[in-house]
């Protein structure tokens, strides 16, 4: 590996002692961009390329007073990282969930940098969010939390500055109040300053399915790239949240097997394939948890959960899909994953795999599809959405599928190419890393020393 690489690795943990999903992801993008920046060596180092490209432009750290439904005044602490603006506006989701602290807010935005330079859009990367969580929470409640977050939001974001979006915890509704006081208080329409919107107030058709459709779509292409495909695979899927459920519909629509879905506390597991129609009541409508599936469907099992690995991994499986949260799979399940006889892992989640498993998933030749291109649908989407706002347009359905299905074709060839031209078989995940990183380091370069 390349002296300068580890250099920065070591100052980088040097500077954010305690921040290790933080220190995870810049070691995980650095180590397998080596190959690329050994070439470049000089002029990178010359120009600290890397010691920028690590450290945030900017992070807003902020207090967010809001009133419960008993009268209670809570504080709740938010987070806006705005990571590298120099392709485009800051853009990336926010997340009201009580892991929420400012390492797991630099992870993601550090992430989100070089999945949003992979979908060919000009947006650059961020992240925010709140130890705020919604759940157990009434409407009322979330209104008034959503009313003080963006009170102080709003004074750093912008249709051209940075353009927030949702994320775990926050929906179509979290995203409704959020947008309702930004409005209220610029006294402006700026439809584009906030993504994932309600189709009544500018949002985009495929929205809520494009992260897990554009992860199928991302897995159809590596598949066929190594003549396989998805058809007569039985698939396991982490997770019954957003990405999971349409991650699960466009695989069934492929012809795949969806045999396991899980949450938290466990997971479901039906050899006669899900009914997605039942895990659509459950978490959608419900909102309950993943274990009344069996109140449907009394023959389906379900699988409690140990301490150490989540039961959906124990699972004898074609393909792995990691929907739900960051570190979810250890090497220990990952070895598991290998002798159950894993064919192919795709992350719809952000690091759900950590670096250890993923290098030994690699080592055993199994196809990785790694977060930042495969489920980089959602902020592509994001993008699409955008531009209507631009044009004071709406496209269909179907129109804006198409183009989430070209985009998430076009990553992959971008990632694949990548791979080839440093001789690194099919190890997708320094093939994103470096197709990434290249465009924004020649933005960075040409930009100058900012």
Not at 385 to 406: A, C, G, H, I, P
């Amino acid at each position: 590996m390349s002296n300068y690489v580890l250099e920065v690795i070591n100052q980088v943990k040097e500077k954010n002692s305690g921040e290790t999903q933080f220190i995870q992801a810049v070691d995980e993008v650095l180590s397998s961009i080596a190959p690329y920046v050994k070439e470049h060596e000089e002029e990178f180092k010359s120009l600290a390329l890397l010691e920028r490209i690590v450290e945030p432009e900017r992070i807003i750290s902020f207090r967010i007073p809001w009133m419960d439904d008993s009268g209670k005044v809570i504080v709740n602490r938010g987070f806006r990282v705005q990571f590298n603006g120099s392709i485009g506006p800051y853009k990336g989701g926010l997340r009201f969930h009580p892991t929420v602290n400012q390492s797991i807010m630099k992870f993601l935005g550090f992430e989100q940098i070089f999945k949003n330079a992979l979908t060919g859009f000009p947006i650059g990367g961020g992240k925010g969010g709140s130890d705020f969580d919604p759940k157990g929470k009434s409407d009322n409640e979330i209104m008034r939390f959503c009313q003080s977050f963006m009170t102080e939001l709003q004074k750093h974001i912008g249709q051209d500055i940075d353009v927030p979006a949702g994320d775990i915890g926050v929906g179509a509704r979290e995203i409704g109040y959020l947008f309702g006081q930004y409005r209220r208080i610029k006294n402006d329409y700026e439809a584009g300053v906030l993504t994932g919107k309600g189709l009544e107030y500018g949002g985009s058709l495929a929205r809520k399915e494009a992260t897990g459709y554009g992860l199928i779509y991302f897995m159809e292409e590596m598949l066929k790239a190594n003549t396989l495909s998805l058809k007569n695979k039985t698939v396991t899927i982490s997770g019954s949240g957003n990405v999971a459920i349409y991650a699960c519909e466009k695989a069934q629509n492929y012809g795949a097997k969806v045999i396991a879905m899980s949450d938290s506390n466990g997971c479901i597991l039906d050899f006669k394939g899900i009914r997605l129609d039942i895990v659509k009541q459950i978490k959608e409508v419900k909102r309950g948890r993943i274990k009344e599936y069996l109140n449907y469907v009394p023959d389906a099992k379900y699988l409690e959960n140990n301490s150490k690995i989540p039961s959906i991994y124990t699972i004898k499986t074609d393909i792995v899909l990691p929907c739900a949260t960051e570190n979810d799979i250890n090497l220990e399940a990952a070895k598991i994953l290998v002798e159950n006889g894993l064919i192919a892992l795709g992350e719809g989640a952000n690091m759900p795999t950590t670096k250890d498993a993923t290098e030994y998933l690699l080592s055993k030749g199994i196809l990785f599809a790694p977060g930042k291109a495969a489920n980089a649908g959602g902020v592509a989407v994001s993008a699409l959405e955008m531009s209507q706002n631009s044009m004071r347009y709406s496209w269909t359905f179907e129109e804006v599928d198409r183009k989430l299905e070209k985009i998430m074709q076009n990553i992959f060839s971008s990632v694949k190419n990548s791979a080839e031209e440093y001789n690194l078989g099919t190890n997708y995940v320094a093939g994103a890393n470096i197709a990434g990183f290249k465009k924004v380091a020649n933005a960075m370069i040409a930009q100058g020393i900012i």
